[in-house]
């Protein structure tokens, strides 16, 4: 996602993650970063960048991630993710620049931002941090509030796009998911996790083969799945997910093979015309039908596995699997929205 932060705009490429919170860059003077092709951005050449104070309302929205400076009362943030890549830096408060496709680009004044000084893991060198589109107050969505009436939509091109072919994200009325195809499936919230957007997953077909869902007592009732645009696989609970892989795999005419690095554990060769199962996930009151892109992904040349694995702790639905869908999120009516899309042509 191209964003712009600072005066004069400076511009980043990042993440757009529904499941975090905090829009956060690398920022120089960078004592441990990971390697990115753009420049960093310097909070000493924008006129609007504010380090926020320890008791300002800024620091103590992030809670448990904020902590504070003793030497000069500024509000620093130390940052995990689900992979264990992390950010740390100092909590600021600068102008958001939004591009946009038909009309002039849009300013947003005292956008909370992290200055990450100190940052590691799996971050792409192309991207310069992440923009926090989460259900938290620090969020991009919640700090954009009325003015986009809680609405925003993406529309993930696939892996195997054309270079120049960009993702496109939309907020407020632009947003809205109509037209023929689009199903709507409740969105839950959690109080005690009002970062994740939570969907309810009754079951998934591999063809005509219908398996229920089935995890703990009560990761088998409603909201028990997260929606997350920055997690690329689907993860099950670990019977309900090998239940899923005995079906896929005994749908599909050819021989497996392993692939020990990727940590998939349903692979094919890539070489051959392999046949896929048509895949479709029964949220409440939405079927969502997959194809063999958002179910496979290329691990290397001559390999293709399953985009889908086990996971013991708690269940995603990851990016592969949105891919060539227009999603909408309404977080005023509560409802997610998918209509197949060729996001490429967008």
């Not at 909201?223 to 920055?230: A, H, P």
Request: net charge negative; proline share 4%; aromatic share 8%.
């Amino acid at each position: 996602m191209n964003v712009s932060i600072g005066t004069p705009p400076f511009p980043i490429m990042a993440i757009a993650d529904t499941g975090s919170d905090l829009l956060w860059t690398q920022c120089a003077p960078c004592d441990d970063c990971y390697t990115q092709v753009d420049p960093l951005f310097d909070p000493k050449t924008s006129s609007t960048y504010k380090d926020v104070s320890c008791s300002s309302s800024q620091c103590t929205a992030l809670e448990n991630q904020a902590s504070c400076s003793t030497n000069d009362n500024t509000c620093s943030y130390s940052l995990s993710y689900g992979d264990n890549s992390y950010t740390k830096g100092n909590i600021a408060v600068d102008t958001l620049t939004l591009g946009s496709s038909d009309t002039r680009p849009m300013q947003l004044k005292n956008i909370i931002i992290g200055c990450g000084h100190n940052n590691a893991g799996t971050f792409n060198k192309k991207g310069s941090g992440i923009v926090g589109l989460g259900g938290g107050p620090v969020s991009l969505i919640k700090q954009l509030g009325d003015s986009i009436d809680g609405k925003f939509s993406y529309c993930l091109v696939p892996l195997t796009s054309k270079k120049d072919q960009t993702s496109k994200i939309n907020f407020g009325t632009n947003a809205i998911v109509s037209g023929s195809g689009v199903v709507s499936t409740p969105l839950i919230a959690k109080a005690s996790q009002e970062t994740f957007y939570y969907l309810t997953l009754k079951s998934i077909s591999v063809g005509s083969k219908q398996i229920q869902y089935s995890g703990s007592d009560s990761e088998s009732s409603e909201g028990n799945i997260i929606i997350d645009s920055g997690t690329t696989l689907t993860l099950l609970p670990t019977e309900f997910y090998s239940e899923l892989e005995d079906a896929v795999a005994s749908s599909i005419d050819a021989e497996k093979k392993q692939d020990p690095q990727s940590g998939l554990s349903l692979c094919y060769s890539a070489t051959g015309d392999l046949k896929v199962p048509i895949i479709t996930m029964h949220f409440d009151g939405a079927d969502v039908k997959l194809d063999s892109s958002n179910a496979f992904v290329q691990v290397s040349e001559d390999l293709v596995c399953f985009a889908f694995r086990g996971s013991p702790s708690f269940s995603i639905y990851g990016n592969v699997a949105q891919m060539n869908f227009l999603v909408g999120y309404d977080t005023v009516s509560k409802t997610v929205s998918f209509k197949p899309t060729d996001c490429a042509k967008m």
